[in-house]
């Protein structure tokens, strides 16, 4: 088992820039294809950006891209989403998740643990 545990969500104007932090304590971390997904008020949870084992390969929605940076640190096990540019359809809860692929993997039914989430609200 996998814990995992998000932090660093919270209110910021339009234009604005968060790092959202994730913490998954343990030997194993590193073996671990990690991504961030969020979910907004009556929607459903949307992948938002991915990362190898390594930190050689990442990916992003279409949404994100260019304005978010996913990154990570296996000495640290942490994870990390650093986002700029903020937009109001940015606001919403954002969850961490690790999967035991090798490669980055953009869906929910491909991440085997998740954190409880944050929330992100980016006001206009």
């Known amino acids: 088992q996998v814990q995992v545990v998000e932090s660093g969500g919270g209110l910021v104007q339009a234009g604005g820039s968060l790092r959202l932090s994730c913490a998954a304590p343990?030997?194993?971390?590193?073996?671990?294809?990690m991504g961030w997904f969020r979910q907004a008020p009556g929607k459903e949870r949307e992948f938002v950006a991915g990362?190898?084992?390594?930190?050689?390969?990442?990916y992003y929605a279409d949404s994100v891209k260019g304005r978010f940076t996913i990154s990570r640190d296996n000495a640290k096990n942490t994870v990390y989403l650093q986002m700029n540019s903020l937009k109001p359809e940015d606001t919403a809860v954002y969850y961490c998740?690790?999967?035991?692929?090798?490669?980055?993997?953009?869906?929910?039914?491909?991440?085997?643990?998740w954190g409880q989430g944050t929330q992100v609200t980016v006001s206009s």
């Open positions: 990362i190898s084992w390594s930190g050689g390969s990442t």
């Open positions: 343990g030997r194993t971390f590193r073996s671990y294809a």
């Open positions: 998740a690790a999967s035991h692929s090798w490669t980055v993997v953009t869906t929910t039914s491909e991440y085997d643990y």
